[in-house]
């Protein structure tokens, strides 16, 4: 059975940075797309950014330059890396694990205050 824990959300102000991390279990997350979402306050899900099993990366235009993603596979995680944090970025993040079946993390929450 495939579990992705992700963790590292929290409280941070405006121009600050967070670091998310997504662990699985029952699978090799280096052999899959992998990707991160976020679903803001009465907003629907949105790609954030992915990771292809090369290691090519994709973003979402509203996060790119400030958001990067990437795999350890020596502790079979996902990272996504968080810098010049914006209000809007206030959401709960998600891990996406995709193959023949999707795979969700229950995620993680960030706000972005002062």
């Known amino acids: 059975q495939v579990q992705l824990v992700e963790s590292g959300g929290g409280l941070v102000q405006p121009g600050g940075s967070l670091r998310l991390s997504c662990t699985a279990s029952?699978?090799?997350?280096?052999?899959?797309?992998m990707g991160w979402y976020r679903q803001a306050p009465g907003k629907a899900r949105e790609l954030v950014a992915w990771i292809t099993r090369g290691g090519g990366t994709n973003y979402a235009d509203s996060v790119k330059g400030r958001f990067t993603i990437s795999r350890d596979n020596t502790k079979n995680t996902v990272v996504l890396q968080m810098n010049n944090l914006k209000r809007e970025d206030t959401a709960v993040y998600y891990c996406?694990?995709?193959?023949?079946?999707?795979?969700w993390g229950k995620g993680t929450l960030v706000t972005v205050s002062s």
């Open positions: 996406n694990l995709q193959g023949p079946t999707d795979y």
């Open positions: 029952g699978r090799f997350l280096s052999n899959y797309v």
